[in-house]
């Protein structure tokens, strides 16, 4: 019975040295590969879902609803548990998340080919148009200047782009239902707006070939008002376009809305 017992010691030791083996030697056999994963921008307003046309209410006591809401997202990167970044081609790396082209469930998504199979912990985007990008020109904008035009996300070449367009209406102590413009960008190249975040993910997302992972970001438009910087519709908050000091506040604001509520490895 003890030489049995020690037999079926050995065997399991070997099973198991054998199983942690593979494991160590993972990041190897992902070298080479690459696989797809998807990025869903879910725009909230607090804990709640983000609906058109709804009313919501600031601390102050003011009330806002929408009817049109667009912001464009840039150089998406992931970054693995030891530091290293995805590539993806800038010219391919700039979209607009506009919320009346979201799913059923509120999502819009973005998805990313032929990203290197890894381990994912953070992911890094940009609101907005960097500098580097704006200064190429409009001939250096590929395809993503016409869309942004036809979306009604510029104003003209020499001002640039509207990193976030939210349109409605709002009332408060003074007046009801009045004309609720956002248009936050950079201009030109005089005031830069651009903002960069790194945001942690609250488990690894794999990609690995032939599945696609899903990353759920989470943005709360609330913030936008009510972010770092408190503001209200009677101090000029109501039509945001070029001014150049409430400008950067939203610009702030609206950095701190998003959040990686979770990730699906498929």
């Known amino acids: 019975m003890k030489l049995n017992h020690i037999f079926s010691t050995i065997a399991l030791t070997l099973i198991l040295t054998s199983c942690s083996t593979d494991d160590d030697s993972t990041g190897d056999q992902l070298e080479g590969q690459q696989g797809d994963i998807t990025i869903k921008f879910d725009n909230a307003v607090g804990s709640n879902d ?10 102050n006591g003011d009330t806002f609803q929408v009817q049109t809401l667009k912001y464009i997202i840039s150089n998406i990167v992931l970054l693995d548990e030891n530091g290293n970044e995805s590539t993806i081609p800038a010219i391919d790396n ?10 059923n469930a509120g999502e819009f998504n973005i998805t990313l080919n032929d990203i290197d199979a890894g381990n994912y912990t953070q992911i890094k985007f940009g609101i907005g148009v960097d500098q580097d990008r704006y200064t190429l020109g409009a001939a250096g904008q590929g395809n993503f200047l016409q869309q942004a035009d036809d979306a009604g ?23 009801a239902d009045q004309a609720l413009n956002i248009h936050m960008g950079s201009v030109g190249t005089s005031l830069d707006n651009y903002r960069e975040i790194t945001l942690d ?16 970001v989470i943005a709360d438009i609330m913030k936008i008002f009510e972010g770092s910087t408190t503001v209200s519709f009677a101090d000029g908050y109501n039509q945001v376009h070029t001014n150049e000091v409430e400008t950067p506040i939203i610009a702030q604001n609206f950095s701190e ?4 509520h979770h990730v699906h490895n498929n």
Do not use: C
Not at 50 to 59: A, E, G, Q
């Open 201 to 216: 993910l609250p488990n690894t997302s794999r990609v690995r070939e032939n599945s696609i992972a899903e990353i759920h």
């Open 94 to 103: 700039i979209f607009i998340v506009d919320e009346s082209q979201a799913n």
């Open 50 to 59: 983000f609906l058109f046309n709804n009313t919501y209410s600031l601390s």
């Open 153 to 175: 996300m510029m104003w003209s070449w020499a001002t640039g782009y509207k990193f976030i367009r939210l349109d409605g209406t709002y009332t408060d102590s003074s007046a």
């Open 257 to 260: 809305s998003f959040s990686v």
